[in-house]
């Protein structure tokens, strides 16, 4: 059973494009989670998903920042017109109905 | 509203002696507490977690933690430090309420440093 797969690893963009992540979450698990760890901070709750369902985006800055977990396919985590303060790891967890999260390796996003 | 505390940025220890890492938390309801480890340019991984039941709680790699309900305390202990223990370690809590989402709240994160 492969754990939590996002990519890509490591992401460049350049200041006004846009940044897709890609969580694929475990096999059989329906809730899918989002952070952010800015440099030097711990993590920070994003959005929390289930299938064809946004259940909590308390986490999700207002503007440039969207997020699915289509019916088939992995969980997108999409950011519109990048800006340099949006540089940091993205981390995608997922869970089965209970209380342990398993989290992917990462996405480090650097805007330039 | 939920938070959690880890009140020191690194713990530094010898090789062999016990370590402590510290975290204290703020819930409403009932606390789900956990902790993960963070090696450089890695995901989390879990180390273990406090739902109900043995305050006394063992995990991965020979950690455990106590939860402390009066003093709204998880520390993170370890016997004997290896080399291999030095990370990032983050506490977090969950409110085990109903209405809860599921979503965890993370402490900032204390450094690990054991010396040989």
């Known amino acids: 059973n492969a754990g939590v797969m996002q990519n890509p690893r490591h992401l460049v963009r350049r200041r006004g494009q846009e940044a897709r992540l890609r969580c694929s979450p475990m096999k059989g698990h329906s809730h899918v989670y989002w952070y952010r760890q800015l440099p030097e901070e711990g993590l920070k709750f994003m959005v929390y998903l289930q299938k064809e369902n946004i259940i909590d985006e308390s986490g999700m800055p207002k503007e440039r920042f969207s997020a699915e977990f289509p019916k088939e396919g992995p969980s997108i985590l999409r950011i519109q017109q990048v800006v340099r303060g949006d540089s940091a790891a993205y981390f995608c967890a997922s869970s089965p109905v209970g209380t342990k999260a398993f989290f992917g390796q990462g996405t480090r996003l650097t805007v330039v | 509203a939920q938070s959690v505390a880890q009140p020191e940025d690194q713990v530094n220890v010898a090789e062999g002696n016990p370590l402590t890492v510290k975290c204290t938390y703020s819930v409403s309801g009932n606390p789900y507490l956990f902790w993960y480890v963070q090696y450089p340019n890695r995901g989390l991984q879990f180390l273990l977690k406090y739902i109900t039941g043995d305050n006394l709680v063992k995990g991965s790699y020979g950690f455990e933690a106590e939860f402390n309900k009066s003093q709204t305390s998880f520390h993170l202990k370890k016997p004997s430090a290896l080399v291999s223990d030095s990370a990032l370690y983050f506490c977090?809590?969950?409110?085990?309420?109903?209405?809860?989402?599921?979503?965890?709240?993370f402490g900032q994160g204390t450094t690990l440093q054991v010396k040989p």
């Open positions: 977090a809590v969950r409110d085990g309420g109903s209405s809860n989402t599921g979503k965890l709240i």
